[in-house]
């Protein structure tokens, strides 16, 4: 007999990742990527490729823009819209706060020690104390916004550029330009000191590069590019590369622009020594448009870091140029998920780009998929092979993909669509794909058995539905099709597109449609906030859920169909229990729509992603969570058991600080009353042995007893007792003001109360002594 499957009861946020570059700096120190955004600067761990931290604002409608940042690994310097210069340590914390004195932005920071020097659109360079934050100097002579300043390594000298392509340097006692280096011919990009400090190089938008040396204003080496080149980083004296060693006496760069190549040159040979062969970045499009707009090296790992200008970081090793690590910075509007590769190793994800975004699950590095020339609509993995992918797009195209080790390439394209392709569908037994488009119609093709520049051919085409179609699935045993559309309907089909039934019931558009993987049902998620179950065989509706508050955007099953798991245009993702139809779980971490939804083969992760351009991991804790409560019900078993050896050794103080712990306010109030039987004052004697805490638990506790007419005199007892101690300051409670003032109106009564009583039984004994005289009379 098969194990009954076990079900859900909670999901937990394993790691999220978010846009962590929208562009502007980035900075490389130890294994720490320092990355611009919007609000704040993200650190990269780039062994593991998440977000360590965020350093600044955290996203608000009132954020600061940040334009710039520079580091040194232990000091960051941001500069802000509102023009305020920040200092954070390493820790994140903000350690000081000052206005910048230019007038307008600050274009470029350079970080030396305690100095710092910012580069304004004003044309002046200042320099800064930051002990005490004051400028010490104001540096003229600079054209149009200063973009490259760099502190010397060794002097005290700072070289600065503005739009006018002359490098100024000043010498830091007066401020003075003791030279000026004039050979580029317009803006000059980025500028790089040679090992021995005696050199330096230049590139710029002239499509040169320009070596230097100190006290001379004559160029020594001009190198022509034919590229304009936007940035240069210095590379060590000893490296090797492919089929070449560099010398020990040469002064070597790389440099990258916009045909997005990495280029090494020793420039004092005036000579290209490599051009790079394996570039993932897209050249530009455009006249003099940007390819690359940072070039890092990393000393320690020998490794280049590429930041392209659609937010991609690429990292490739020096000695062999092999991409080691690829990172997305920002991934816009996720609209589907799957996994594919062994044991769900790869997580695919198209988002609103033309290339597919294909994550190495563990590390999160990234290759881009390029074949579609328009943005990826939907993803769909095969279960039999997970080495297979399907691809749709609105270029109305099909595209059939192979994972083969760590490379997934195209190798079959279906091109019979006349409009967007807007979902796609394997069959179990890997005979047939399914495609349903905006044109409104369905198509079947045949998966070739050549695995290489293989054409989809199409067995069937059906115009399905009124409207745009969603959603397709195929059943397990791939008998039935299913199609869901936007006209309120969903229709089952043959394996032909023969039409077996239309699923009418939902008010507004279906998104989704999913098989039951166990039995003839049929579930599909709507505009309408619901969820139904059809039976296949007779197409009545089975049940309905409700729980979204907005439309239902994607619904799987899981735990072998007696679960369903589902998304929400509200951002909320929802674990519904088929049998009790009832939800046992709602997750709440998106901030927008939920486009996408995908769950690993064996049910211990899922991946979510939306509108908010946020992925995030949930993984399974439910046996966590029954592991936790197991374990609290035993702690819970145990102390009761001691508590009730308290009371039975008469060891009340011991027994009162265990009730007040374990939140048991009806055994206190025994305790208490156990103690006042006692008599000789024992209960004051046990309440000074309590601590603060616990007094102010008690006095909270005896509060809710003093509610109760039965139990207001240990109440009053209690509260008595405690009140003098706060007289005498022994007792200090924190924030009982507002819960004293409750207990007053209930003292009040109880006290009318016994005032009245006290009355009418002194009425009563002066009745009774009345009465006697006068029966003895009698008598």
């Known amino acids: 007999m098969a194990n009954k499957p076990k079900l859900k009861e909670a999901f937990e946020v394993e790691t999220k990742y978010g846009a962590f570059y929208t562009g502007g700096n ?52 941001t500069s802000h819209r509102s023009g305020l210069l920040k200092m954070w340590n390493e820790k994140g914390e903000l350690e000081k706060t000052w206005k910048y004195i230019h007038i307008g932005p600050i274009a470029k920071l350079a970080l030396k020690g305690m100095k710092l020097a910012s580069g304004g659109s004003d044309s002046i360079v200042r320099l800064w104390d930051l002990e005490h934050q004051a400028c010490q100097l104001g540096l003229k002579g600079c054209q149009g916004v200063v973009s490259v300043v760099e502190f010397h390594l060794e002097q005290d000298l700072i070289l600065a550029s503005g739009d006018d392509g002359k490098i100024n340097c000043y010498e830091l006692q007066r401020g003075e330009v003791i030279e000026s280096y004039n050979a580029h011919y317009s803006k000059v990009t980025a500028l790089v000191f040679s090992p021995d400090t005696k050199h330096f190089v230049t590139c710029g938008r002239d499509k040169v590069i320009i070596l230097w040396e100190f006290g001379n204003t004559t160029a020594l080496k001009t190198i022509p590019t034919y590229q304009a080149v936007e940035v240069i980083v210095g590379l060590p004296k000893k490296f090797k590369l492919p089929g070449f060693k560099s010398e020990s006496d040469g002064i070597y760069v790389a440099s990258a622009g916009e045909k997005g190549v990495i280029s090494i040159w020793d420039v004092c040979k005036a000579k290209q020594v490599y051009l790079q062969t394996n570039s993932l970045v897209t050249p530009a499009s455009e006249e003099g448009g940007l390819a690359v707009t940072h070039l890092r090296f990393h000393m320690k790992s020998k490794s280049l870091a590429v930041v392209t200008v659609d937010q991609n970081i690429i990292i490739y090793h020096l000695k062999s140029f092999a991409c080691l690590k690829q990172f997305i ?14 044991d769900d190793s790869y997580i695919a994800v198209a988002t609103n780009s033309n290339d597919i975004k294909l994550y190495e699950s563990t590390t999160m590095t990234c290759q881009l998929l390029k074949g579609h020339t328009d943005l990826v609509l939907a993803l769909s993995a095969n279960k039999s092979n997970p080495d297979l992918m399907l691809s749709s797009s609105k270029d109305n195209t099909v595209r059939l993909w192979l994972l083969e080790g760590s490379t997934m390439s195209c190798i079959a394209v279906g091109m019979r669509h006349t409009a967007s392709v807007g979902t796609v569908a394997f069959s179990t037994s890997m005979k047939f794909v399914v495609s349903a488009s905006q044109d409104t119609c369905v198509k079947v093709w045949e998966i070739p058995e050549q695995k290489k520049n293989a054409t989809l051919e199409c067995l069937h085409t059906e115009i399905a539905h009124q409207k745009d179609i969603n959603c397709v699935a195929v059943s397990p045993n791939d008998k039935i099709i299913a199609t869901a559309s936007q006209d309120k309907t969903a229709k089952l089909w043959t394996e032909t597109l023969t039409l077996v039934g239309v699923l009418r019931g939902h008010k507004r558009g279906v998104w989704s449609v999913r098989f039951s993987p166990v039995d003839q049902v049929v579930m599909t998620s709507s505009a309408d906030c619901t969820i139904k179950l059809w039976s296949v065989a007779d197409l009545s509706c089975l049940k309905t859920f409700e729980g979204h508050e907005a439309s239902v955007l994607k619904a799987e099953f899981i735990s072998s169909g007696l679960q369903i798991v589902s998304t929400g245009a509200d951002g909320l ?67 009761e058991q001691q508590l009730s050896n308290y009371l039975q050794n008469e060891q009340y103080l011991k027994a009162m600080k265990l009730a007040l712990r374990l939140n048991k306010p009806m055994q206190v109030l025994k305790i208490v009353e156990n103690i006042i039987k006692k008599g000789d004052g024992g209960l004051a004697e046990t309440i000074s042995g309590l601590r603060n805490d616990q007094k102010e638990n008690l006095m909270k506790t005896a509060i809710s007893w003093n509610m109760n007419s039965r139990h207001c005199h240990p109440a009053q007892l209690v509260l008595n007792i405690l009140l003098n101690e706060l007289q005498t300051g022994e007792f200090s409670p924190a924030g009982l003001g507002s819960s004293l003032e409750g207990a007053l109106p209930y003292t009040e009564r109880h006290f009318k109360r016994l005032t009245q009583m006290m009355q009418d039984l002194n009425f009563m004994t002066y009745m009774i002594n009345c009465m006697t005289p006068h029966a003895k009379v009698t008598e």
């Open 573 to 639: 993702i929802k674990l519904f229990t088929i049998k009790s139809s009832e939800c046992v779980g709602t997750l709440d971490q998106h901030e927008a729509r939920v486009w996408a939804l995908a769950i690993k083969k064996d049910e211990s992760e899922m991946v979510t992603g939306g509108s908010d351009s946020i992925l995030i991991k949930w993984k399974d804790v439910t046996e966590e969570l029954k592991l936790r409560r197991l374990k609290e019900a035993e702690e819970m078993a145990l102390q």
């Open 26 to 77: 980035v900075e490389w120190h130890e294994d720490i990527l320092y990355c611009q955004t919007d609000s704040n600067i993200s650190l990269l761990n780039t062994d593991n490729g998440t977000v360590e931290k965020f350093i600044g604002e955290q996203s608000s409608e009132d954020i600061d823009v940040v334009q710039t940042f520079t580091t040194d690994g232990r000091y960051l310097i």
């Open 329 to 342: 910075g920002f991934s816009d509007e996720i609209l589907d998920i799957t996994y594919v590769g062994k």
